[in-house]
Protein backbone atom coordinates (compact mmCIF):
# COMPACT_ATOMS: atom_id res chain seq x y z
CA UNK A 1 0.00 0.00 0.00
CA UNK A 2 1.45 3.71 -1.12
CA UNK A 3 1.93 5.94 1.96
CA UNK A 4 0.58 9.71 2.02
CA UNK A 5 2.74 12.16 1.36
CA UNK A 6 1.73 15.86 2.89
CA UNK A 7 3.35 19.25 3.28
CA UNK A 8 4.45 20.53 6.59
CA UNK A 9 7.18 23.04 6.38
CA UNK A 10 8.00 25.88 3.76
CA UNK A 11 11.27 27.81 3.50
CA UNK A 12 12.01 30.81 0.92
CA UNK A 13 14.52 32.91 -0.01
CA UNK A 14 13.09 35.21 -2.90
CA UNK A 15 12.89 38.24 -4.38
CA UNK A 16 9.89 38.57 -3.55
CA UNK A 17 10.81 38.38 0.25
CA UNK A 18 12.68 35.84 3.14
CA UNK A 19 9.74 33.98 5.12
CA UNK A 20 7.01 32.35 3.82
CA UNK A 21 4.79 34.70 5.44
CA UNK A 22 6.77 37.27 3.62
CA UNK A 23 6.84 35.86 0.28
CA UNK A 24 2.64 35.19 0.45
CA UNK A 25 1.85 38.80 1.41
CA UNK A 26 4.12 40.27 -1.46
CA UNK A 27 2.91 38.23 -3.79
CA UNK A 28 -1.18 38.50 -2.84
CA UNK A 29 -0.66 42.09 -2.75
CA UNK A 30 0.72 42.02 -6.55
CA UNK A 31 4.70 43.30 -5.64
CA UNK A 32 7.46 43.30 -8.29
CA UNK A 33 10.75 41.66 -7.33
CA UNK A 34 11.90 42.45 -10.04
CA UNK A 35 14.15 45.78 -10.23
CA UNK A 36 17.67 46.84 -12.14
CA UNK A 37 20.38 44.33 -11.18
CA UNK A 38 23.39 45.14 -9.20
CA UNK A 39 25.01 42.15 -9.01
CA UNK A 40 26.31 42.03 -12.50
CA UNK A 41 28.22 44.62 -14.64
CA UNK A 42 25.11 44.43 -17.98
CA UNK A 43 26.58 47.90 -19.14
CA UNK A 44 27.57 46.64 -22.32
CA UNK A 45 24.13 44.16 -22.91
CA UNK A 46 20.78 45.12 -23.35
CA UNK A 47 18.49 43.09 -20.62
CA UNK A 48 19.27 44.76 -17.68
CA UNK A 49 16.41 43.66 -15.11
CA UNK A 50 16.79 40.27 -13.04
CA UNK A 51 15.08 39.31 -9.62
CA UNK A 52 18.00 39.47 -7.29
CA UNK A 53 17.96 37.95 -3.93
CA UNK A 54 19.10 40.95 -2.09
CA UNK A 55 19.80 41.77 1.72
CA UNK A 56 19.71 38.30 2.93
CA UNK A 57 21.57 37.84 6.51
CA UNK A 58 22.36 33.54 6.42
CA UNK A 59 23.89 33.71 9.34
CA UNK A 60 20.27 34.60 11.22
CA UNK A 61 19.78 31.24 9.82
CA UNK A 62 23.50 28.83 9.93
CA UNK A 63 25.56 30.85 12.25
CA UNK A 64 28.60 32.40 11.41
CA UNK A 65 31.17 29.43 10.88
CA UNK A 66 32.15 28.32 7.75
CA UNK A 67 29.79 31.19 5.91
CA UNK A 68 32.97 32.62 4.25
CA UNK A 69 33.22 29.50 2.14
CA UNK A 70 29.87 28.96 1.37
CA UNK A 71 28.75 30.18 -2.39
CA UNK A 72 25.23 32.47 -2.69
CA UNK A 73 23.47 29.63 -3.85
CA UNK A 74 24.38 27.40 -0.70
CA UNK A 75 23.96 30.32 1.77
CA UNK A 76 20.21 30.35 0.18
CA UNK A 77 19.52 26.78 0.36
CA UNK A 78 20.51 26.65 3.55
CA UNK A 79 18.59 29.70 4.77
CA UNK A 80 15.65 28.13 2.99
CA UNK A 81 16.04 24.74 4.75
CA UNK A 82 16.79 26.29 7.97
CA UNK A 83 13.17 28.04 8.07
CA UNK A 84 11.39 24.96 6.50
CA UNK A 85 12.89 22.62 9.44
CA UNK A 86 11.76 25.56 11.65
CA UNK A 87 8.21 25.78 10.40
CA UNK A 88 7.98 21.78 10.00
CA UNK A 89 8.33 21.79 13.98
CA UNK A 90 11.36 19.25 13.59
CA UNK A 91 13.74 18.41 15.60
CA UNK A 92 17.19 19.44 14.32
CA UNK A 93 19.28 16.70 15.61
CA UNK A 94 19.82 13.09 15.23
CA UNK A 95 16.73 11.52 16.38
CA UNK A 96 15.02 11.52 12.81
CA UNK A 97 18.55 11.33 10.68
CA UNK A 98 18.36 8.03 9.54
CA UNK A 99 14.51 8.70 8.52
CA UNK A 100 15.34 11.61 6.76
CA UNK A 101 16.30 12.45 3.46
CA UNK A 102 17.21 15.48 0.82
CA UNK A 103 16.21 15.87 -2.88
CA UNK A 104 17.07 19.02 -4.07
CA UNK A 105 16.61 20.27 -7.52
CA UNK A 106 19.24 22.71 -9.59
CA UNK A 107 19.48 23.47 -13.19
CA UNK A 108 23.15 24.13 -13.14
CA UNK A 109 23.59 25.10 -9.39
CA UNK A 110 27.13 26.67 -8.56
CA UNK A 111 27.65 26.44 -12.83
CA UNK A 112 30.10 29.70 -12.66
CA UNK A 113 31.73 28.71 -8.99
CA UNK A 114 32.90 25.51 -10.65
CA UNK A 115 34.13 27.35 -13.96
CA UNK A 116 35.87 30.11 -11.77
CA UNK A 117 37.61 27.76 -10.10
CA UNK A 118 39.28 25.42 -12.67
CA UNK A 119 39.88 29.15 -14.07
CA UNK A 120 41.93 29.47 -11.70
CA UNK A 121 43.68 26.14 -11.66
CA UNK A 122 44.43 26.63 -14.87
CA UNK A 123 46.10 30.27 -14.41
CA UNK A 124 47.80 29.50 -11.38
CA UNK A 125 49.80 26.93 -9.31
CA UNK A 126 47.28 24.63 -8.29
CA UNK A 127 49.51 24.08 -4.99
CA UNK A 128 48.95 27.57 -4.10
CA UNK A 129 45.23 27.51 -3.66
CA UNK A 130 43.50 27.09 -0.48
CA UNK A 131 41.65 23.90 -0.51
CA UNK A 132 38.45 25.46 1.53
CA UNK A 133 38.54 27.19 -2.52
CA UNK A 134 37.07 23.90 -3.56
CA UNK A 135 34.81 23.52 -0.81
CA UNK A 136 31.30 24.85 -2.46
CA UNK A 137 32.00 24.62 -6.04
CA UNK A 138 29.90 21.14 -7.48
CA UNK A 139 26.52 20.96 -8.60
CA UNK A 140 25.69 18.81 -5.77
CA UNK A 141 27.81 20.50 -3.27
CA UNK A 142 24.71 22.79 -1.44
CA UNK A 143 22.76 19.74 -0.91
CA UNK A 144 26.02 18.24 0.49
CA UNK A 145 26.04 21.19 2.95
CA UNK A 146 22.36 20.94 3.78
CA UNK A 147 22.91 17.79 4.93
CA UNK A 148 25.68 17.84 6.71
CA UNK A 149 24.57 20.80 8.52
CA UNK A 150 21.28 19.46 9.68
CA UNK A 151 22.39 15.72 10.62
CA UNK A 152 20.54 14.19 7.23
CA UNK A 153 21.55 10.58 7.19
CA UNK A 154 18.96 8.89 4.68
CA UNK A 155 19.91 9.82 0.90
CA UNK A 156 20.81 13.08 -0.46
CA UNK A 157 19.95 13.54 -4.19
CA UNK A 158 20.55 16.63 -6.44
CA UNK A 159 18.17 16.20 -9.72
CA UNK A 160 19.16 18.67 -12.77
CA UNK A 161 16.54 18.74 -15.26
CA UNK A 162 16.57 22.19 -16.45
CA UNK A 163 13.38 23.96 -15.77
CA UNK A 164 11.99 21.10 -14.50
CA UNK A 165 14.48 20.40 -11.61
CA UNK A 166 12.89 21.58 -8.85
CA UNK A 167 9.46 20.10 -9.80
CA UNK A 168 10.80 16.66 -10.50
CA UNK A 169 12.75 16.83 -6.99
CA UNK A 170 9.55 16.94 -5.10
CA UNK A 171 8.01 14.44 -7.33
CA UNK A 172 11.05 12.18 -6.35
CA UNK A 173 10.82 12.74 -2.92
CA UNK A 174 6.96 12.09 -2.65
CA UNK A 175 7.46 8.97 -4.75
CA UNK A 176 10.84 7.76 -2.04
CA UNK A 177 8.13 8.47 1.10
CA UNK A 178 4.70 6.98 -1.16
CA UNK A 179 7.45 3.70 -0.76
CA UNK A 180 8.33 3.92 2.56
CA UNK A 181 11.64 4.76 1.77
CA UNK A 182 11.99 7.91 4.07
CA UNK A 183 9.71 9.02 6.44
CA UNK A 184 10.43 12.70 5.47
CA UNK A 185 12.28 15.03 3.43
CA UNK A 186 13.61 18.34 2.52
CA UNK A 187 12.76 18.86 -1.45
CA UNK A 188 12.84 21.74 -3.34
CA UNK A 189 14.85 24.17 -5.50
CA UNK A 190 17.67 26.51 -5.63
CA UNK A 191 19.40 28.75 -8.35
CA UNK A 192 21.46 31.58 -8.40
CA UNK A 193 21.87 34.64 -10.91
CA UNK A 194 25.64 34.64 -12.32
CA UNK A 195 26.92 36.33 -15.64
CA UNK A 196 27.44 32.32 -17.36
CA UNK A 197 24.02 32.24 -17.05
CA UNK A 198 22.75 35.27 -18.08
CA UNK A 199 24.64 34.93 -21.23
CA UNK A 200 23.38 31.43 -21.76
CA UNK A 201 20.17 32.83 -21.76
CA UNK A 202 20.98 36.14 -23.69
CA UNK A 203 22.56 34.26 -26.54
CA UNK A 204 19.40 31.74 -26.75
CA UNK A 205 17.32 34.65 -27.53
CA UNK A 206 15.40 34.01 -23.87
CA UNK A 207 15.50 37.36 -22.30
CA UNK A 208 12.54 39.87 -22.21
CA UNK A 209 13.81 43.10 -23.27
CA UNK A 210 16.07 41.62 -26.17
CA UNK A 211 13.98 43.18 -29.40
CA UNK A 212 14.05 46.61 -27.43
CA UNK A 213 10.96 46.57 -26.14
CA UNK A 214 10.43 47.25 -22.71
CA UNK A 215 11.43 44.51 -20.05
CA UNK A 216 8.89 42.48 -18.01
CA UNK A 217 7.70 39.46 -17.31
CA UNK A 218 4.52 39.21 -19.32
CA UNK A 219 2.73 36.02 -18.70
CA UNK A 220 0.11 34.84 -21.42
CA UNK A 221 0.51 38.60 -22.72
CA UNK A 222 -0.09 39.65 -26.37
CA UNK A 223 3.21 41.52 -26.29
CA UNK A 224 4.66 38.83 -24.30
CA UNK A 225 8.72 38.98 -24.90
CA UNK A 226 10.75 36.63 -23.38
CA UNK A 227 11.36 36.17 -19.30
CA UNK A 228 13.28 38.29 -16.67
CA UNK A 229 15.97 35.87 -15.14
CA UNK A 230 15.68 35.11 -11.16
CA UNK A 231 16.88 33.60 -8.30
CA UNK A 232 16.58 31.69 -4.71
CA UNK A 233 15.10 29.30 -3.40
CA UNK A 234 11.98 27.47 -2.55
CA UNK A 235 11.97 24.21 0.04
CA UNK A 236 9.60 22.26 1.38
CA UNK A 237 9.59 19.23 3.98
CA UNK A 238 7.34 16.11 2.34
CA UNK A 239 6.30 13.63 5.11
CA UNK A 240 4.41 10.79 5.65
CA UNK A 241 1.11 11.47 6.32
CA UNK A 242 0.84 8.98 9.77
CA UNK A 243 4.46 10.49 10.75
CA UNK A 244 2.89 13.86 10.96
CA UNK A 245 -0.23 13.37 12.41
CA UNK A 246 1.85 11.14 15.25
CA UNK A 247 3.86 14.12 16.39
CA UNK A 248 0.91 16.53 16.05
CA UNK A 249 2.76 18.67 12.74
CA UNK A 250 0.96 21.11 11.63
CA UNK A 251 0.19 20.08 7.19
CA UNK A 252 -0.33 22.81 4.68
CA UNK A 253 -1.63 19.95 1.96
CA UNK A 254 -1.32 16.69 0.51
CA UNK A 255 0.39 15.46 -2.76
CA UNK A 256 -1.26 13.39 -4.87
CA UNK A 257 0.40 12.90 -7.45
CA UNK A 258 3.28 13.28 -9.94
CA UNK A 259 3.66 13.72 -13.81
CA UNK A 260 6.32 13.50 -16.18
CA UNK A 261 7.32 13.78 -20.65
CA UNK A 262 9.62 13.67 -22.51
CA UNK A 263 9.57 15.45 -26.17
CA UNK A 264 12.54 17.31 -28.18
CA UNK A 265 11.84 20.64 -28.17
CA UNK A 266 13.54 21.61 -31.83
CA UNK A 267 12.55 17.95 -33.37
CA UNK A 268 8.65 18.55 -32.43
CA UNK A 269 6.05 20.37 -33.86
CA UNK A 270 4.14 22.72 -31.73
CA UNK A 271 1.15 20.55 -31.59
CA UNK A 272 3.05 17.31 -31.12
CA UNK A 273 4.67 19.62 -27.56
CA UNK A 274 1.24 20.47 -26.48
CA UNK A 275 0.05 17.15 -26.22
CA UNK A 276 3.10 15.68 -24.12
CA UNK A 277 2.56 18.78 -21.84
CA UNK A 278 -0.82 17.25 -22.00
CA UNK A 279 0.15 14.23 -21.43
CA UNK A 280 2.18 15.45 -18.03
CA UNK A 281 -1.24 16.37 -16.61
CA UNK A 282 -2.89 13.49 -17.71
CA UNK A 283 -0.67 11.23 -15.93
CA UNK A 284 -0.34 13.28 -12.40
CA UNK A 285 -4.47 13.19 -12.33
CA UNK A 286 -4.04 9.49 -13.17
CA UNK A 287 -1.92 8.73 -10.35
CA UNK A 288 -3.78 11.46 -7.99
CA UNK A 289 -6.87 9.39 -9.19
CA UNK A 290 -8.82 12.38 -9.78
CA UNK A 291 -10.96 13.90 -12.41
CA UNK A 292 -9.75 16.88 -14.17
CA UNK A 293 -12.79 18.20 -13.40
CA UNK A 294 -12.14 18.55 -9.75
CA UNK A 295 -9.35 20.43 -10.60
CA UNK A 296 -9.49 24.14 -8.67
CA UNK A 297 -6.76 25.76 -9.75
CA UNK A 298 -3.47 25.37 -12.26
CA UNK A 299 -0.18 27.13 -11.62
CA UNK A 300 1.34 28.07 -15.00
CA UNK A 301 4.39 27.81 -16.02
CA UNK A 302 3.80 30.70 -18.21
CA UNK A 303 6.83 33.12 -18.08
CA UNK A 304 6.23 35.30 -20.59
CA UNK A 305 7.85 33.74 -23.86
CA UNK A 306 5.93 33.35 -27.24
CA UNK A 307 5.89 30.26 -27.88
CA UNK A 308 6.26 28.69 -24.45
CA UNK A 309 3.17 30.39 -23.25
CA UNK A 310 1.13 29.22 -26.96
CA UNK A 311 2.33 25.34 -26.34
CA UNK A 312 0.98 25.45 -23.02
CA UNK A 313 -2.27 27.45 -23.26
CA UNK A 314 -2.96 25.15 -26.32
CA UNK A 315 -2.43 22.19 -24.13
CA UNK A 316 -4.85 23.42 -21.45
CA UNK A 317 -7.27 24.28 -23.53
CA UNK A 318 -7.00 21.24 -25.23
CA UNK A 319 -7.17 19.28 -22.55
CA UNK A 320 -9.70 20.75 -20.79
CA UNK A 321 -11.76 21.72 -23.91
CA UNK A 322 -15.08 24.07 -23.27
CA UNK A 323 -14.42 23.48 -19.60
CA UNK A 324 -10.88 25.00 -19.82
CA UNK A 325 -12.45 28.80 -18.81
CA UNK A 326 -13.99 27.69 -16.04
CA UNK A 327 -10.63 26.79 -14.29
CA UNK A 328 -8.85 29.57 -12.60
CA UNK A 329 -5.30 29.89 -13.92
CA UNK A 330 -2.28 31.72 -12.14
CA UNK A 331 1.17 32.43 -13.11
CA UNK A 332 3.71 34.07 -10.61
CA UNK A 333 6.72 34.69 -12.66
CA UNK A 334 4.93 37.78 -13.66
CA UNK A 335 5.65 39.11 -10.17
CA UNK A 336 9.01 36.88 -9.59
CA UNK A 337 10.78 36.34 -12.99
CA UNK A 338 11.88 33.13 -14.18
CA UNK A 339 14.01 31.10 -11.03
CA UNK A 340 14.65 28.10 -14.26
CA UNK A 341 15.86 24.99 -12.32
CA UNK A 342 14.06 26.67 -9.01
CA UNK A 343 10.16 27.53 -10.25
CA UNK A 344 8.35 24.53 -10.09
CA UNK A 345 9.11 24.63 -6.29
CA UNK A 346 8.05 28.14 -5.95
CA UNK A 347 5.29 27.33 -7.75
CA UNK A 348 4.41 24.45 -5.89
CA UNK A 349 4.78 26.81 -2.49
CA UNK A 350 1.98 29.45 -4.40
CA UNK A 351 0.05 26.40 -4.77
CA UNK A 352 0.38 25.25 -1.43
CA UNK A 353 -0.65 28.52 0.24
CA UNK A 354 -3.59 28.83 -2.35
CA UNK A 355 -4.72 25.75 -0.83
CA UNK A 356 -4.04 26.78 2.81
CA UNK A 357 -5.30 30.22 2.66
CA UNK A 358 -8.27 29.80 0.22
CA UNK A 359 -6.38 32.88 -2.21
CA UNK A 360 -5.36 33.06 -5.31
CA UNK A 361 -2.67 35.54 -6.36
CA UNK A 362 -3.30 37.43 -9.41
CA UNK A 363 -1.43 37.77 -12.61
CA UNK A 364 0.49 41.57 -12.57
CA UNK A 365 1.49 43.27 -15.73
CA UNK A 366 -1.17 41.67 -18.16
CA UNK A 367 -2.21 44.50 -20.29
CA UNK A 368 -3.60 42.69 -23.75
CA UNK A 369 -5.24 39.89 -24.18
CA UNK A 370 -3.55 37.20 -26.27
CA UNK A 371 -6.71 35.81 -28.91
CA UNK A 372 -5.53 32.37 -28.94
CA UNK A 373 -5.29 32.38 -25.39
CA UNK A 374 -8.61 31.43 -24.19
CA UNK A 375 -8.27 30.21 -20.38
CA UNK A 376 -9.66 31.93 -16.70
CA UNK A 377 -6.60 33.91 -16.01
CA UNK A 378 -6.65 35.64 -12.31
CA UNK A 379 -5.82 39.61 -13.76
CA UNK A 380 -6.24 42.74 -11.68
CA UNK A 381 -7.21 41.46 -8.47
CA UNK A 382 -6.66 38.05 -5.76
CA UNK A 383 -9.55 35.58 -6.12
CA UNK A 384 -10.78 34.03 -3.12
CA UNK A 385 -12.03 30.39 -3.32
CA UNK A 386 -11.71 27.41 -1.72
CA UNK A 387 -9.63 24.89 -3.64
CA UNK A 388 -9.61 21.03 -3.39
CA UNK A 389 -7.27 20.70 -5.57
CA UNK A 390 -4.78 22.05 -7.87
CA UNK A 391 -2.05 21.45 -10.47
CA UNK A 392 1.50 22.83 -10.77
CA UNK A 393 2.68 22.91 -14.43
CA UNK A 394 6.52 23.39 -15.70
CA UNK A 395 8.15 23.14 -18.42
CA UNK A 396 11.79 23.20 -20.34
CA UNK A 397 12.63 24.67 -23.15
CA UNK A 398 14.64 21.03 -24.54
CA UNK A 399 11.57 18.91 -23.78
CA UNK A 400 10.72 18.34 -20.13
CA UNK A 401 7.16 18.44 -19.17
CA UNK A 402 6.64 17.53 -15.43
CA UNK A 403 3.18 18.16 -13.52
CA UNK A 404 2.42 18.26 -9.69
CA UNK A 405 -1.29 17.42 -7.93
CA UNK A 406 -1.74 19.00 -4.56
CA UNK A 407 -4.84 18.50 -2.34
CA UNK A 408 -6.20 19.78 0.61
CA UNK A 409 -6.28 17.23 3.23
Same mark, same amino acid.
Given at each position: ???R ?13 F?? =???? *???? @?G???I ?6 D ?5 C ?8 L????? /????? /? ?27 S /? ?27 ? #? ?51 I?? =? ?19 I +? ?12 K ?11 ? +? &? ?6 ? &??L ?13 Y ?9 F???? #????E ?14 ? @? ?7 ? =?L??? *? ?16 ? +?????G ?6 A??S ?32 ? @?????? #? ?10 K ?24
Open positions: MKRVVVTGIGIVSPLGTK =DDFW *NNLV @EKLGAPMTSLLSPYTKLGGEVRDRPEIY /LGNKG /LKYLHKGTRFLGSATKMALDDAKLPQDS /LSDQMGVVVGSSLGNFSETTDYFYEIIRN #NPSELSPMVSYDVALNSSINYVSVTFKIKGLARTISAGFTSSADAIGNAYGIQR =DMAKVIIAGGVEQISIDLYL +FYLRGLLSGLDGTEAGLPFDNKRNG +F &VMSEGSYV &VIEELQHALDRGAPIAEVRGFGNTVGGK #NYSKERARRVERAMYSALE @EADIQKETI =DISA *NANGCKMQDAIEAQAIQS +FYGSKNDIPVSIKNMGESYGAAGAAQFISTVMSIHTGTIPHIINHN @EKDPKV #NLNLILQNPVREIQNALVNTMDYDGNNSCLVISKL
